[in-house]
């Protein structure tokens, strides 16, 4: 049960897939967890140590307003932000592409991002320091052509990333990106709804002759486990879990 000299960890993107995995990976390590999400999660909310906040992240006063509204639990003891809200178009031919889909995958990658961090740096700054962890994407190396908006806007992110390693050093804050390869999601198996199991899991593996999808489980255990880096560990740094060759 978390108390109120807990740290506090701020996770985006809890409604589903690795943000909820993440939360509850967090929870399972005694963190009072904020997370902030469009749809909320009625799931989560049942455990002690879980703040729901509902807003769109990318709208900047939505996302300060539903943090002030948790000030008990962000007070001097935000030790954690893992930036992991975000969205995938459909794979499009790269020629046909219409800057409107390269746009929009930026509002709602990027942006959500920055307005996260922006928020949450001050809470981090008035801890002591602590963590930005950004899940990001192995496709940001831009390989696979036909999910260039996609990759631009996780490259961009990278680069964000990098950039506050370097703003927040002096304060003791260190940033880092996951990138954990495909897993087991909805927005990597389309259609899917709800968790999918291990033996599932082991069989797509197997077709493929690798270990290549994972749990976001198994995911949020890296997750948290880089977001526990102390403030002179890495920072700066991109964590590759893929197994691919890019």
Do not use: H
Not at 68 to 79: E, F, I, L, M
Not at 133 to 151: D, H, I, K, M
Not at 166 to 186: H, L, S
Not at 213 to 233: D, H, M
Request: glycine share 8%.
């Amino acid at each position: 049960m978390a108390t109120r000299t807990s740290p506090t960890a701020v996770v985006s993107g809890t409604s589903s897939g690795i943000g909820a995995a993440v939360a509850a990976e967090l929870l399972r390590r005694k963190y009072t967890v904020i997370g902030l999400s469009r749809r909320g999660n009625p799931d989560l909310t049942k455990e002690s140590g879980y703040v729901d906040l509902v807003a769109d992240l990318c709208d900047t006063d939505a996302v300060r307003t539903a943090l002030a509204s948790a000030a008990d639990a962000t007070d001097g003891r935000v030790k954690a932000v893992v930036l992991n809200a975000g969205a995938s178009p459909d794979p499009a031919d790269l020629v046909k592409v219409e800057w409107q889909v390269a746009a929009e995958t930026y509002e709602t990658n990027v942006r959500t991002a920055l307005n996260l961090l922006q928020a949450t740096a001050p809470l981090l700054r008035q801890s002591g320091g602590g963590s930005l962890t950004f899940v990001g994407a192995s496709l940001a190396n831009g390989y696979q052509p036909e999910r260039w908006a996609y990759a631009a806007s996780k490259a961009a992110m990278t680069t964000l990333m990098r950039a506050c390693s370097v703003e927040f050093a002096d304060d003791g804050v260190v940033a880092n990106e996951v990138r954990p390869g495909p897993v087991a999601t909805a927005m990597t198996l389309a259609g899917l709804d709800g968790a999918v199991n291990d033996q599932i899991i082991r069989a797509i593996n197997a077709g493929f002759g690798t270990d290549w999808l994972k749990s976001p489980r198994t995911v949020a255990e890296w997750i948290a486990a880089i977001a526990e880096f102390p403030s002179n560990g890495p920072t700066g740094q991109v964590f590759n879990y893929s197994r691919k060759v890019l």
